[in-house]
């Protein structure tokens, strides 16, 4: 054998030596879950071998993350409404800032601050630095003059920055119920959310209720409460398509935005009036982000589009169990290559 041959075959043999190894891994669903008993009290210990979990009514072998085997890091995105008739809610909502890497996000957790009102802003991009949340949350500004509060359109924003944010993604939205003004309709929203898996939390406020006892200067001209919405109720019965209510409603323009995308999603709505209300759904948001239950399965490579999910505790029917219900597989993004 030549010499040239002889250096080809071991450059061959040295590549083949240090090349990397690529394996495909299917992508993962993670579903929070919370479950209560009794007078709201946390069920903990629960095992893998507790939960049911279907996905488009199949059964799925699930791992289970908690508080004692170590739960995700948090990504949140805080939308914050700033529209005029705002004004008087921001007053109360500027003290939270200090509260949010303390008790919800943690030393590893992340959170991030914009506003909406006809515009979307941004003060502050994902950062786990208390004092750059804290000042992002004290500086929010209502917009006078401005009736709009694109909370649909900010959504799907955020849901857009959060597409390789790790860990467990939440929305919090601090706002009225209603959107004002946005071009995405609730069906384009609620699908950005459970296509990235963000689980969304509100802390929503009415802003004729937060008017009163305001200053007369303070109010830009505020509107009438709006009447009750449809999906103010309680959760929907057993055997309904609960997603797809959603959906409809949506679409004749009836939904509460953010009680029905928190349902959708797994989370809680924390309505509030006064400053002491708005501080505790951040302890009570703090207190149910630390006490989930994480499930995790492979995500089904062969079946895009919607998938309904329903979660259980085997034996259990007293219990109260709060989840993601849906996800969605993306028809090229079903398996990835990692080194």
Excluded at 82 to 108: D, E, F, H, N, Y
Excluded at 185 to 197: C, K, N, P, R
Excluded at 283 to 312: C, M, T, W
Aim: with cysteine; glycine share 10%.
């Amino acid at each position: 054998m030549g010499r040239a041959a002889v250096c080809v075959v071991c450059l061959q043999g040295w590549m083949a030596g240090q090349q990397p190894a690529f394996r495909v891994q299917s992508k993962v669903v993670q579903v929070p879950v919370s479950v209560t008993g009794r007078h709201g009290r946390r069920v903990t210990g629960l095992q893998a071998s507790d939960f049911s979990v279907l996905d488009n009514g199949e059964e799925q072998q699930i791992t289970v993350d908690d508080l004692g085997s170590g739960l995700p890091p948090i990504s949140l995105a805080i939308l914050i409404q700033t529209s005029g008739i705002s004004m008087p809610a921001l007053t109360k909502i500027r003290r939270i800032g200090g509260m949010i890497q303390p008790l919800v996000i943690g030393a590893r957790g992340q959170a991030a601050v914009a506003t909406f009102d006809h515009r979307i802003t941004w003060l502050q991009d994902f950062t786990s630095d208390d004092d750059k949340i804290s000042a992002a949350v004290k500086n929010v500004a209502a917009s006078p003059g401005s009736d709009q509060a694109r909370m649909l359109d900010a959504i799907v924003e955020a849901a857009s920055r959060m597409e390789h944010s790790p860990g467990r993604k939440m929305l919090l939205l601090i706002s009225e119920s209603r959107d004002r003004g946005s071009e995405t309709i609730f069906q384009e929203a609620l699908q950005a959310v459970e296509t990235q898996g963000i689980e969304v939390f509100g802390a929503h406020y009415s802003a004729f209720a937060t008017s009163l006892g305001a200053k007369p200067k303070d109010l830009p001209g505020l509107p009438p409460s709006p009447p009750d919405d449809p999906t103010d109720g309680p959760p929907s019965a057993p055997g309904i398509d609960f997603t797809a209510m959603l959906r409809e409603l949506g679409r004749l323009g009836k939904t509460n935005a953010v009680q029905a995308l928190t349902r959708a999603t797994g989370g809680i709505d924390y309505p509030f009036l006064r400053e002491r209300e708005i501080e505790s759904s951040i302890e009570r948001l703090g207190a149910e982000v630390h006490n989930q239950y994480v499930l995790s399965f492979p995500q089904r490579k062969d079946a895009p589009g919607l998938h309904q999910i329903d979660v259980s505790v085997a034996g259990r029917g007293d219990l109260e169990v709060r989840w993601r219900r849906a996800y969605w597989v993306e028809p090229q993004g079903s398996f990835w290559l990692r080194q």
